[in-house]
């Protein structure tokens, strides 16, 4: 069995009076492609903030590779490989496309301000593999010629893809993608998805994938969790899904 | 311009760079602590005169003023910048970083609350009477130029302002925490996510705001040699309109709003009356916040949805 590398049990969100999140459980291990999908306003998002942190689950416990995350300081989880792109996109808007992905690849370098003072030839070494490794990412989405512009300027589609390679920078083993896919037109949503399959294989990477639209996420997920209401109605593989009737009543609605 | 008031034009544009870049010194410690953290700290001013102090104590203990010269004046950089380093991690530590996840208002009235602390503090430890900064460095005038003197002291500011300036730009823009920097600066949420240390981050920038403040107490304290522990107020004030009038959170602006401003005082005063000399400062802050909140160089804040 493959090693399990996120694992929620029993989590639960509540914002004062609102529930936003209730018994969620989830095990990922190594490898895999799972899709976490709901209506608007299922909760989704919440879960994704709760996993990485950004919020403080109010009851549960979240483990990233056995690590529980109450015990880790926030820039720890991506130590651990665990990264996430945000659905409304979070850039360093002021920095430039490249040193948005050198940011992230910091943590991995091993010259000091020392080094960077006296010039040693660890900072010249460090700092090349640290660009060399940052356009190579950055040509897998076809940034790399605009490394040098600022990235606030970029174009939506391209910034979503930015993201991605960011989050790649950190050298994850597990990525969680918050609709990657927003906004994007339907050609450049497959192209996308083709993407997000390649770099899972060539990085051996297991990925989470939250998307809106369902006939998306069924191409390529191996296995799906429908959230409703902050509850997960179902799971299953794509064809259990979609034929699941709890799953079409939250999405289309019930005749009362 | 007949000669003579050409050559006062010159004296008057030297010293209003010399004193610029003092103000640009101490605006760039707002600046940044205001880049990373949203924050103005009102106890920068306060890590200024502790800094003029500690250059003084050690100026004295050491007996420095019998030999002056730029190894004197080495030797009290370094003191202020040690001191004001350790006091502006420790008020980050005590004061600010418990209230992280508070208001930004409630962390602010905390600021100016350290700000008085010190003010008072230095008033009992000090004593509140005016003490002479140890002459390290005489002002002399080194040469004449057309009738303009260039003296002494006000090159040192500018070889000093300039060199530390330049140290800055580097740090920011080619170390792996500048870099770090600019980012947690541009979103510290997520440059958590991306592995970086915010609080250490954090730490740094106040170590380094702070040694800017230690630096220019050292450079005042040679041209203004009065000290005294309510000296970081008014120009405290006057490095914060700075650091507005450049665009505060911008690098670059703290410099250009320092030298403006240090020009903008040395004219009102040479052609104006040194009566208006402060109300000068306060009327520039006046005018930005009407017509250019963001600085001349700061970006336009967006609201984070």
New interface residues.
């Given amino acids: 069995m493959s090693e399990v590398l996120l694992e929620a049990t029993n989590m639960k969100m509540q914002f004062g009076g609102l529930c936003a999140v209730d018994g969620f459980n989830l095990t990922l291990r190594s490898g895999e492609l799972v899709g976490l999908i709901g209506p608007n306003g299922a909760g989704k998002t919440t879960c994704f903030n709760c996993l ?1 942190s ?1 919020y403080k689950p109010t009851e549960g416990v979240v483990k990233i590779r056995s690590v529980d995350t109450k015990r880790l ?7 651990l490989g665990m ?2 792109t ?1 659905q ?1 996109i ?6 430039s496309v490249l ?1 948005n992905v ?3 690849g ?2 991995h ?1 091993r ?3 020392l080094d ?2 006296l010039r040693t030839p660890r900072h010249f070494i460090e700092e090349a593999r640290l660009k060399e490794r940052a356009l190579e990412l950055l040509a897998i989405f076809n940034l790399q010629d605009k490394a040098h512009l600022q990235s606030g300027g970029l174009p939506y589609g391209e910034q979503r893809r930015l993201e991605i390679v ?1 989050a790649l920078a ?1 050298e994850p083993r597990l990525i969680l993608l918050d609709e990657p896919a927003a906004g994007m037109n339907h050609s450049e949503t497959e192209e996308l998805m083709k993407t997000i399959a390649k770099i899972r294989k060539d990085f051996h990477l297991a990925v989470l994938l939250i998307e809106h639209d369902m006939k998306l996420v069924m191409g390529i997920c191996e296995r799906i969790i429908v959230l409703d209401h902050g509850v997960i109605i179902a799971e299953g593989t794509p064809s259990e899904i979609q034929s699941n009737p709890t799953v079409i009543a939250a999405y289309l609605g019930t005749e009362d | 311009m007949d000669q003579s008031s050409a050559q006062e034009f010159i004296q008057h544009l030297i010293n209003g760079i010399s004193l610029g870049s003092i103000y640009a010194l101490i605006a760039l410690g707002y600046t940044m602590v205001y880049g990373i953290l949203q924050l103005i700290n009102f106890a920068h001013s306060e890590v200024y005169m502790v800094g003029a102090f500690a250059a003084y104590y050690t100026g004295k203990g050491l007996g420095l003023d019998q030999h002056p010269g730029f190894g004197a004046l080495f030797a009290l950089l370094l003191a202020a910048v040690v001191v004001c380093s350790i006091l502006g991690v420790t008020i980050e530590r005590l004061a600010y970083r418990p209230l992280r996840k508070a208001p930004k208002l409630n962390i602010l009235i905390t600021a100016i609350g350290v700000s008085l602390l010190l003010q008072y503090s230095g008033q009992i430890i000090f004593g509140a009477d005016p003490k002479l900064f140890p002459e390290v460095i005489k002002d002399v005038t080194v040469f004449q130029l057309g009738g303009v003197e260039v003296r002494s002291l006000d090159i040192t500011i500018l070889v000093v302002g300039t060199l530390v300036m330049i140290g800055l730009h580097f740090l920011v823009h080619a170390t792996k925490i500048g870099t770090a920097m600019r980012a947690v600066s541009s979103n510290t949420m997520v440059a958590r996510l991306m592995g970086i240390n915010v609080d250490q981050v954090i730490s740094f920038t106040f170590v380094i705001g702070s040694s800017l403040a230690g630096i220019a107490s050292v450079l005042v304290g040679l041209k203004y040699p009065k000290i005294d522990p309510l000296m970081g107020m008014l120009f405290g004030i006057k490095a914060f309109v700075a650091a507005v009038l450049g665009g505060i959170g911008s690098l670059p602006g703290a410099m250009l709003g320092g030298v403006i401003l240090g020009l903008s005082e040395e004219m009102v005063v040479g052609y104006l009356s040194s009566t208006y000399r402060d109300a000068l400062a306060f009327g520039i802050l006046i005018v930005i916040l009407l017509f250019r909140p963001s600085g001349l160089l700061g970006s336009q804040t967006r609201e984070k949805v």
């Fill in positions: 990485t950004v300081r926030p820039w720890q989880i991506s130590k990264t996430r945000f409304n979070r850039l360093f808007r002021d920095l040193d050198i940011v992230a910091l943590q370098t010259h000091s301000l960077s003072a960011r950190t």
